[in-house]
């Protein structure tokens, strides 16, 4: 694992000892709360900036000349597991864009308001209907931004409240990521506990299912208390049945997915099918999915004008020079936040290799954990404390497996059990914390909006730092185990089963 191999390789020194390490990432969250929650602003920019601050700061207290410090940057900002995320957010970007285009969020106003799912039940019915998606396709990342660009908007037009929506919307993304079986977070989660998938998704259900009923009970009584305002508004989008042919669309990235395909070539085959049916039925054109705006004096300009993809402007227009469509807007709106995870990233590798991972992980076994209970509550804040550092929560599982697989070793725990605690905390916490990785790119998905929508503003625009109380499923699911680990409830050891006893189940 990540913290086991900077052991072995060269370490950076710094003045005030390990714990120095952690400070680039202190930072930022300082500067992520003070941004979010003090001022309001949720601008992903400003983060990229305070990472960057962050790390240049971090950089005055290591001793040497700087060069390990730098070349761990590097390090850090080329780990998989962040391309990971990265590759899943654009091609979520793109299918929810081209599904908007298509109507789908017509589709969505229609069928509420045929089936009589208004304002107070919508956002019950989006937790659910999320939980479904990310359990299928096995990330919640993508589950936010298909949902934030589609159910989102739907939501708002017929009134229901718009932090609620959101929080649904995470929420189902927390269920997707902790029990889907093809889950990165559920892969690492198994993978280092010494564990077999198949085992840890059947022992976790029942934690996962009673966290969602209650989080179902807590959307529908908010729901009815909580509600937004109906637009009424000149150009607003009406209902239209057409739009739902999409579902078919997700229905074959979910199909996909859960016959063992990539979640990349899952995405491709409902996007190239919803581009098809766009076209095919006339809800979007060619020029609607993809357009370059060529300057007149561009060297083949006029000549190839006539294609419908290519749109001849005058050399001094806004858009002379420039690319749009539903492709290239459904992934640029996530540029900044890309940035921000490669630098976020890069912040939690000098932590490890600076020895601050070592240092908290030591002093937390070795004061904290004293018996088998406290053990277990020192996993589920643990890995809660770590994912509150790192915003990209396999990143941050990957970071605290090996602590929670030694306090588990020592104590005799059941691997299903560790595997267990550490996913269910990394999933929930991802999508929690306004800094979050969960809960920005929800965000940026969100401001697309402004711009697609005419009758969306933005006041309509959750910022990240108010939507964490109610990300509901995720505080039950942390509850659940937090309240498991001090009472003892659910708790195996070794001897009680083995990995290839649930695996023949």
């Given at each position: 694992m990540e913290a086991e191999r900077a052991r072995s390789e060269p370490q950076i020194q710094f003045y005030g000892g390990k714990w120095m390490s952690t400070l680039p990432i202190a930072l930022f969250i300082a500067w992520a709360i003070f941004q979010s929650g003090f001022l309001g602003v949720g601008d992903t920019t400003g983060l990229v900036i305070g990472m960057l601050v962050s790390l240049i700061v971090g950089m005055l207290f290591a001793k040497g000349d700087w060069k390990t410090y730098a070349n761990t940057i590097f390090e850090g900002m080329t780990q998989r597991v962040a391309a990971t995320a990265i590759v899943a957010?654009?091609?979520?970007?793109?299918?929810?864009?081209?599904?908007?285009?298509?109507?789908?969020?017509?589709g969505l106003v229609w069928a509420a308001e045929a089936l009589s799912v208004g304002a107070a039940l919508f956002p019950a019915a989006t937790f659910i209907l999320a939980a479904l998606l990310a359990t299928g396709i096995g990330t919640g990342y993508g589950t936010t931004i298909a949902f934030t660009g589609l159910f989102f908007p739907a939501g708002v037009l017929i009134g229901a409240s718009p932090v609620l929506m959101f929080g649904a919307i995470l929420s189902g993304?927390?269920?997707?990521?902790n029990l889907a079986p093809v889950s990165d977070t559920t892969i690492v989660s198994a993978v280092t506990q010494d564990s077999d998938i198949g085992g840890v998704v059947a022992s976790r259900f029942?934690?996962?299912?009673?966290?969602?009923?209650?989080?179902?009970?807590?959307?529908?009584?908010?729901?009815s208390m909580m509600q937004g305002t109906p637009v009424s508004a000149e150009?607003?989008?009406?209902?239209?049945?057409?739009?739902?042919?999409?579902?078919?669309?997700?229905?074959?990235?979910?199909?996909?997915?859960?016959?063992?395909?990539?979640?990349?070539?899952?995405?491709?085959w409902g996007l190239i099918f919803a581009v098809v049916v766009n076209i095919a039925l006339g809800l979007a054109s060619i020029g609607k999915l993809l357009i370059f705006y060529a300057p007149r004096n561009g060297p083949f300009a006029q000549e190839l004008g006539f294609l419908p993809i290519v749109q001849v402007v005058a050399p001094d227009a806004d858009n002379a020079g420039t690319v749009s469509g539903s492709l290239y807007a459904g992934a640029e709106g996530f540029f900044a936040l890309i940035v921000l995870t490669l630098l976020i990233v890069a912040g939690a590798q000098i932590m490890i290799r600076g020895g601050g991972f070592a240092a908290?992980?030591?002093?937390?076994?070795?004061?904290?954990?004293?018996?088998?209970?406290?053990?277990?509550?020192?996993?589920?804040?643990?890995?809660?404390?770590?994912?509150?550092m790192i915003t990209i929560n396999t990143a941050a599982e990957i970071?605290?497996?090996?602590?929670?697989?030694r306090i588990g070793q020592r104590f005799n725990v059941n691997g299903y059990r560790r595997a267990n605690i550490l996913d269910a905390n990394s999933s929930a916490m991802g999508y929690i914390f306004p800094w979050g990785g969960g809960v920005l790119v929800g965000y940026a998905t969100m401001i697309?909006?402004?711009?697609?929508?005419?009758?969306f503003t933005q006041s309509m625009l959750v910022n990240p730092a108010e939507v964490w109380l109610y990300v509901f499923h995720g505080w039950f699911l942390f509850g659940v185990f937090l309240l498991s680990a001090l009472?003892?409830?659910?708790?195996e050891y070794v001897s009680d089963r083995r990995a290839e006893e649930v695996a023949r189940v």
């Open positions: 957010w654009l091609w979520a970007g793109m299918f929810a864009q081209v599904l908007q285009d298509g109507g789908f969020v017509q993304a927390v269920f997707g990521d029942k934690y996962a299912i009673f966290a969602a009923i209650l989080a179902f009970v807590g959307y529908v009584v908010a729901g150009g607003v989008l009406q209902g239209d049945p057409v739009g739902l042919v999409h579902l078919l669309s997700m229905l074959i990235v979910i199909v996909t997915a859960i016959s063992g395909r990539h979640i990349v070539e899952a995405i491709s908290l992980q030591d002093w937390l076994l070795n004061s904290v954990a004293t018996s088998v209970r406290r053990a277990e509550t020192t996993m589920v804040l643990g890995t809660a404390m770590v994912n509150a970071a605290i497996a090996p602590y929670i697989a697309g909006l402004v711009e697609r929508f005419d009758w009472t003892g409830f659910g708790l």
